[in-house]
């Protein structure tokens, strides 16, 4: 058993050694905003395989220009602890494994917001544990040569908000049709709950399980003093222009 357990960290080790050579050099990162992203040439690929076109919608929008309401809303539905940790969760991690080794298969990510943007920056959506390896390498590379504001600004910038739609400003103005200065607490965590299965579900659908999402995110937004403790999980008559949804 001791000889097994040796052999795997050996293993890991060389796995480690080996990825450290293929890592992307992040540091250009610091003031240059990348033109396209290996989860776009994932989409890519697929939209040719479908015979499909594939015209990505993008607007690069720095930070402050995002409404605080958006903001704060992303951090507490995709990543509370942004600010506390070095780009990973242990207790995440943690549940991660408890679950995927109830269900026996790859079923919580348990990934942090920059885990999420090392993904999208440079790897491929398989579930492999290879792929989380590299993930995570990238993820500690990015911590360590970036600062949090730009990590969470290249985040908010080339995530994943609907079918070829890249970035909050372009799901502001697909949704809402404003820019994403101008987003009410409401339309913020409409967004920010969409997220990670945007190609499933778009801000204004309301299946139970993304209703409960929306709801448990505001409450957790009053907690932390975002948003008034009045303000309702959403408003009357929150449907959505319908007709821009279903085109998408």
Same mark, same amino acid.
């Given at each position: 058993? !001791?000889?097994?357990?040796?052999?795997?960290?050996?293993?890991?080790?060389?796995?480690?050694?080996?990825?450290?050579?293929?890592?992307?050099?992040?540091? /250009?990162?610091?003031?240059?905003?990348?033109?396209?992203?290996?989860?776009?040439?994932?989409?890519? %690929?697929?939209?040719? !395989?479908?015979?499909?076109?594939? +015209?990505?919608?993008?607007?690069?929008?720095?930070?402050?220009?995002?409404?605080?309401?958006?903001?704060?809303? /992303? @951090?507490?539905?995709?990543?509370?602890?942004?600010?506390?940790?070095? #780009?990973?969760?242990?207790?995440?991690?943690?549940?991660?494994?408890?679950?995927?080794? &109830?269900?026996? +298969?790859? %079923?919580?990510?348990?990934?942090?917001?920059?885990?999420? @943007?090392?993904?999208?920056?440079?790897?491929?959506?398989?579930?492999?544990?290879?792929?989380?390896?590299?993930?995570?390498?990238?993820?500690?590379?990015?911590?360590?040569?970036?600062? &949090?504001?730009?990590?969470?600004?290249?985040?908010?910038?080339?995530?994943?908000? #609907?079918?070829?739609?890249?970035?909050?400003?372009?799901?502001? !103005?697909?949704?809402?049709?404003?820019? %994403?200065?101008?987003?009410?607490?409401?339309?913020?965590?409409?967004?920010?709950?969409?997220?990670?299965?945007?190609?499933?579900?778009?801000?204004?659908?309301?299946?139970? &399980?993304?209703?409960?999402?929306?709801?448990?995110?505001?409450?957790?937004? +009053?907690?932390?003093?975002?948003?008034?403790?009045? @303000?309702? %999980?959403?408003?009357?008559?929150?449907? #959505?222009?319908?007709?821009?949804?279903?085109?998408?």
């Amino acid at each position: 058993m !001791r000889k097994t357990a040796i052999a795997a960290i050996l293993v890991l080790a060389s796995y480690v050694g080996a990825s450290a050579w293929r890592l992307p050099n992040v540091e /250009v990162l610091r003031d240059h905003d990348p033109d396209s992203t290996a989860f776009m040439g994932f989409r890519q %690929a697929q939209a040719l !395989r479908q015979g499909a076109e594939f +015209r990505p919608y993008q607007v690069w929008t720095p930070l402050e220009r995002f409404s605080p309401n958006l903001v704060n809303a /992303v @951090l507490i539905a995709e990543d509370d602890t942004f600010y506390r940790h070095n #780009g990973f969760d242990l207790d995440q991690i943690r549940e991660a494994v408890r679950v995927d080794l &109830k269900k026996r +298969r790859y %079923a919580y990510g348990g990934s942090t917001l920059t885990q999420q @943007l090392a993904r999208n920056l440079y790897l491929s959506p398989d579930k492999t544990l290879s792929r989380k390896l590299r993930e995570a390498f990238i993820a500690w590379k990015l911590e360590r040569h970036l600062s &949090k504001r730009r990590i969470l600004e290249l985040y908010l910038n080339v995530a994943e908000w #609907g079918p070829g739609v890249y970035g909050v400003q372009a799901a502001s !103005r697909t949704y809402f049709s404003k820019d %994403a200065s101008e987003l009410t607490v409401e339309e913020a965590v409409a967004l920010a709950c969409t997220p990670p299965s945007p190609r499933r579900f778009h801000p204004f659908a309301r299946t139970e &399980k993304l209703v409960r999402r929306r709801e448990n995110v505001l409450q957790r937004m +009053r907690e932390a003093g975002f948003v008034p403790a009045e @303000l309702p %999980a959403e408003p009357a008559g929150f449907q #959505g222009p319908a007709s821009e949804v279903s085109a998408l």
